[in-house]
């Protein structure tokens, strides 16, 4: 059974959703697109003086998937809250797998409220992002 | 001890009027990969409903940095200017949004930062600086307050 909003009960996981492999090419147009020209994302030279070996991405990028992981879910409109932590770094190459787990469905001033555990992780089996939605059904 | 300004706790950017363009989401929707047409083409959002195209969840993050341009264009400090970031050991720690109403191409929305305060944690290993963003619309009020926690690794 797919679950939905209307279905999801405690423990159950939403649908997954898959991001990448991360490329030079998607740090330099997510620092177009998102105006973060942070050099430690898109120029080797600068990553290099900093003491890192690389550059890595954008912590944003992956919450972005962290969002289309939710609003996927739940429809933009009924996102109420959206958290993240992050936990290490994503190099080049990472593909990034985001997941939920509803762990709370409640009814508050009339409406039905869950709160989904997310996750992301990259390849190696790292866990790079780690937070909270709470959705409007 | 640390690199971020301390003095600035406390301190309430002056708002910044930022007015979303069609284009801009467009570009950011497909960079993240966002295949929703209402994140891509005005009609397609006017057939879902949506007056024009639809930001996506985190384009709140952009907004912020759109204003932060703006203000240095005007020679007032930026956000990281102000706090004194430095980009060779900074890490971004933390992200939330807390989501009042939509945005769509179109909105002129104001933004204002708030500098809540600094810690120390992993005995001084780090230093955060906690800043709380908010995106008002003139008419529809809040549209999101954004809170964040910008890292510097010090050990």
Same mark, same amino acid.
Request: contains cysteine.
């Given at each position: /059974?797919?679950?939905?909003?209307?279905?999801?009960?405690?423990?159950?996981?939403?649908?997954?959703?898959?991001?990448?492999?991360?490329?030079?090419?998607?740090?330099?147009?997510?620092?177009?697109?998102?105006?973060?020209?942070?050099?430690?994302?898109?120029?080797?030279?600068?990553?290099?003086?900093?003491? /890192?070996?690389?550059?890595?991405?954008?912590?944003?990028?992956?919450?972005?998937?962290?969002?289309?992981?939710?609003?996927?879910?739940?429809?933009?409109?009924?996102?109420?809250?959206? !958290?993240?932590?992050?936990?290490?770094?994503?190099?080049?190459?990472?593909?990034?797998?985001?997941?939920?787990?509803?762990?709370?469905?409640?009814?508050?001033?009339?409406?039905?409220?869950?709160?989904?555990?997310?996750?992301?992780?990259?390849? !190696?089996?790292?866990?790079?992002?780690?937070?909270?939605?709470?959705?409007? +059904? | 001890?640390?690199?971020?300004?301390?003095?600035?706790?406390?301190?309430?950017?002056?708002?910044?009027? +930022?007015?979303?363009?069609?284009?801009?989401?467009?570009?950011?929707?497909?960079?993240?990969?966002?295949? !929703?047409?209402?994140?891509?083409?005005? !009609?397609?959002?006017?057939?879902?409903?949506?007056?024009?195209?639809?930001?996506?969840?985190?384009?709140?993050? +952009?907004?912020?940095?759109?204003?932060?341009?703006?203000?240095?264009?005007?020679?007032?400090?930026?956000?990281?200017?102000?706090?004194?970031?430095?980009?060779?050991?900074?890490?971004?720690?933390?992200?939330?949004?807390?989501?009042?109403?939509?945005?769509?191409?179109?909105?002129?929305?104001?933004?204002?930062?708030?500098?809540?305060?600094?810690?120390?944690?992993?005995?001084?290993?780090?230093?955060?600086?906690?800043?709380?963003?908010?995106?008002?619309?003139?008419?529809?009020?809040?549209?999101?307050?954004?809170?964040?926690?910008?890292?510097?690794?010090?050990?």
């Amino acid at each position: /059974m797919t679950i939905t909003p209307q279905n999801a009960q405690i423990g159950d996981m939403i649908p997954d959703h898959k991001f990448g492999p991360v490329t030079r090419k998607s740090l330099a147009l997510y620092a177009g697109a998102s105006g973060d020209h942070n050099p430690i994302h898109i120029d080797l030279d600068f990553a290099k003086k900093a003491g /890192m070996d690389d550059v890595f991405a954008h912590g944003m990028l992956s919450m972005a998937q962290l969002g289309r992981l939710v609003t996927n879910f739940a429809g933009q409109a009924n996102v109420r809250h959206l !958290d993240t932590r992050f936990t290490a770094l994503t190099p080049v190459g990472a593909i990034v797998d985001c997941t939920g787990e509803v762990t709370d469905r409640r009814e508050e001033d009339g409406e039905t409220l869950l709160t989904l555990k997310l996750a992301a992780h990259i390849d !190696d089996g790292t866990q790079t992002l780690k937070g909270e939605a709470i959705i409007a +059904v | 001890m640390g690199i971020f300004d301390r003095s600035t706790e406390g301190h309430v950017t002056p708002p910044v009027e +930022v007015t979303l363009e069609r284009g801009a989401i467009a570009f950011f929707a497909e960079t993240i990969g966002e295949a !929703d047409p209402v994140h891509l083409d005005a !009609d397609a959002a006017q057939a879902a409903g949506h007056p024009d195209v639809l930001a996506p969840a985190t384009y709140a993050v +952009v907004v912020g940095t759109f204003a932060g341009q703006k203000a240095a264009r005007q020679d007032q400090p930026d956000l990281l200017t102000l706090i004194n970031g430095d980009l060779r050991v900074l890490l971004h720690g933390t992200e939330a949004y807390d989501y009042h109403g939509p945005m769509y191409a179109g909105d002129t929305v104001s933004v204002q930062n708030e500098v809540t305060g600094f810690s120390d944690p992993k005995g001084g290993k780090l230093e955060i600086a906690h800043v709380t963003t908010r995106i008002t619309h003139a008419e529809r009020g809040p549209i999101v307050t954004a809170t964040r926690g910008i890292i510097h690794r010090l050990g």
